[in-house]
């Protein structure tokens, strides 16, 4: 098992007998572009994409939940009869720690009654463990969500770009976060517009989500949650410095026109060369 802190920059441990996160230092094996961007949504299919819905093994992709139609990378519903939380994540098969990630999405309208807390919610998941070490029904990958909602009109007061921290803890400024959910600064997005959202992610340093150009929210310190400490050995401590990238799965229907990665240089911090 490689862990998850290793990425770009540090020389990966592998803990042989460890099976859980192989992959999670894939991304040093070879060089990496730097500043430039590069698609990793090829609009054509989802190659370099696995799929993880609760209570199924790894690689279903549950009634074709996730596709591509007209060149979007879309969440479709149009196969189910009903939501029984079956939660998906779409994983992106490389890990990363310094990164800038941008993506052109929208809302379409809801398909699925029911389960209105993911009425227009979607969200990246980022420095999201593997997908390999999570258990067969679990709901959500212990991770960092950069949670994105959309809205009828702009009276309901849904801002986008919020984060929400599954399995972990940030922190605001000094402040030390354990509720669930930030809201950003965001304006409220009502209808079909495409919306444009970029994630500076440096380690555990600092995280920025920036809306339609504007920056939303910024925190650091990502942690593993007390319920969660068993998952250290794969990010190498309980600060969670780097991790897999997916995209959610709550029963609404989204679609995505491009998602494009920048992998950031990694400089090492005195604090960790002692």
């Known amino acids: 098992m490689k862990r998850l802190y290793s990425l770009h920059g540090k020389t990966c441990v592998i803990l042989i007998g460890l099976l859980a996160s192989a992959e999670l230092c894939a991304s040093v094996l070879s060089p990496q572009p730097k500043a430039q961007w590069f698609p990793i949504f090829n609009g054509k299919n989802l190659e370099g994409w696995t799929p993880k819905f609760a209570g199924y093994e790894l690689g279903v992709n549950y009634k074709n939940t996730f596709r591509v ?7 479709n519903y149009d196969q189910y009869d009903e939501f029984n939380f079956e939660f998906g994540h779409l994983f992106y098969q490389t890990p990363y720690s310094h990164y800038k990630l941008r993506a052109t999405y929208r809302f379409l309208e809801q398909q699925l009654p029911g389960y209105k807390n993911a009425w227009k919610n979607n969200g990246f998941m980022i420095h999201a463990q593997p997908p390999s070490s999570m258990s067969k029904e679990q709901r959500f990958p212990v991770s960092l969500e950069v949670q994105l909602l959309g809205a009828n009109q702009d009276t ?9 921290t599954p399995g972990s803890h940030i922190n605001i400024g000094s402040e030390k976060i354990t509720k ?14 495409w ?24 925190y650091s310190n990502p ?37 494009e ?11 960790e060369d002692q």
Do not use: W
């Open 156 to 164: 309901d007061s849904r801002p986008t770009g919020n984060v929400c």
């Open 261 to 271: 990665i920048m992998p950031l240089s990694y400089v090492q911090s005195e604090k």
């Open 180 to 193: 669930h959910c930030v809201l950003s600064d965001s304006a409220t997005l009502p209808g079909e517009q």
């Open 69 to 75: 139609q007209d060149g979007y990378l879309t969440t």
């Open 195 to 218: 919306v444009d959202v970029e994630i500076t992610v440096r380690g555990s340093e600092q995280i920025t989500h920036t809306v339609n150009g504007k920056e939303v929210l910024t």
């Open 223 to 259: 942690t593993l949650d007390e319920k969660h400490q068993n998952l250290s050995s794969l990010y190498g401590s309980a600060t969670m410095q780097s991790g897999f990238i997916a995209i959610q799965a709550e029963n609404s229907t989204v679609q995505f026109k491009s998602i």
